[in-house]
């Protein structure tokens, strides 16, 4: 069974421009989450898409964006770039589906797109 | 609202000495807490969960971790520190108090010596 697929894996861009990052879930996961890494932060909660719809939001501002797609590949965009959006953005993927049952909860991540904001 | 807070950014051990990392927890409501590792430059993967089932849970590289309601804790534990444990480690917690959203602790590394 294939992982989570992130791409890209790394990257540069410059102040001001925009980014998309993408994940592809693991086959029969219905959630994508989306969390920030950066030292002085930790893992930081972006977004959760579940079945094309955004169901959880963390606080970030709107140049976050993301969306999901009906095959549940998920892409996120930054928009305005800002030398403190560098970071690793990870992806996780999830079945979504809460209850107790054997894999509730668990998320399956990428190993992530690392940006680099010059 | 739900968090995890992570007692040390920072823990050495000997190879073959105990393993404590602490985590504690806070939810109104019975959560989901879940240990996760990272190693460099790699994603996290689960190493266990408790959904409120048996307290003390065992998950993957021999480590294990118990549910203490009266002190809102998951500390994570092994016996014996082996060189590859070496990573950074995150508590987590879930649940319907939260959203079902998972939110992280700030992460503990892990040194081991030889």
């Known amino acids: 069974k294939a992982g989570v697929t992130q791409t890209p894996r790394y990257l540069i861009k410059t102040r001001g421009q925009q980014v998309t990052l993408s994940c592809s879930p693991i086959?029969?996961?219905?959630?994508v989450s989306w969390y920030q890494q950066t030292p002085g932060q930790g893992l930081q909660f972006l977004f959760e898409?579940?079945?094309?719809?955004?169901?959880n939001k963390g606080n970030f501002p709107g140049r976050f964006s993301g969306r999901q797609f009906s095959n549940s590949r998920s892409e996120m965009n930054v928009s305005t770039l800002e030398l403190g959006d560098s970071a690793l953005y990870l992806c996780?993927?999830?079945?979504?589906?809460?209850?107790?049952?054997?894999?509730?909860?668990?998320?399956?991540f990428g190993e992530g797109s690392r940006l680099t904001v010059l | 609202a739900q968090s995890v807070t992570q007692l040390g950014s920072h823990v050495s051990v000997s190879e073959g000495a105990l393993v404590l990392l602490r985590c504690n927890y806070s939810s109104s409501v019975p959560p989901y807490l879940f240990w996760y590792v990272q190693y460099p430059n790699q994603g996290l993967q689960l190493l266990l969960k408790?959904?409120?089932?048996?307290?003390l849970v065992k998950g993957i590289n021999g480590f294990e971790a118990e549910f203490k309601k009266s002190e809102t804790s998951f500390h994570l534990t092994k016996p014996s520190a082996h060189m590859s444990d070496a990573a950074e480690y995150f508590c987590?917690?879930?649940?319907?108090?939260?959203?079902?959203?998972?939110?992280f602790g700030a992460g503990t590394r892990l040194f081991v010596k030889a």
């Open positions: 898409y579940f079945s094309e719809t955004q169901r």
């Open positions: 996780a993927s999830s079945l979504g589906i809460w209850g107790r049952t054997l894999n509730t909860g668990e998320l399956f």
């Open positions: 086959s029969g996961h219905r959630s």
């Open positions: 408790y959904t409120s089932a048996a307290t």
């Open positions: 987590a917690v879930s649940g319907i108090g939260g959203g079902f959203k998972t939110i």
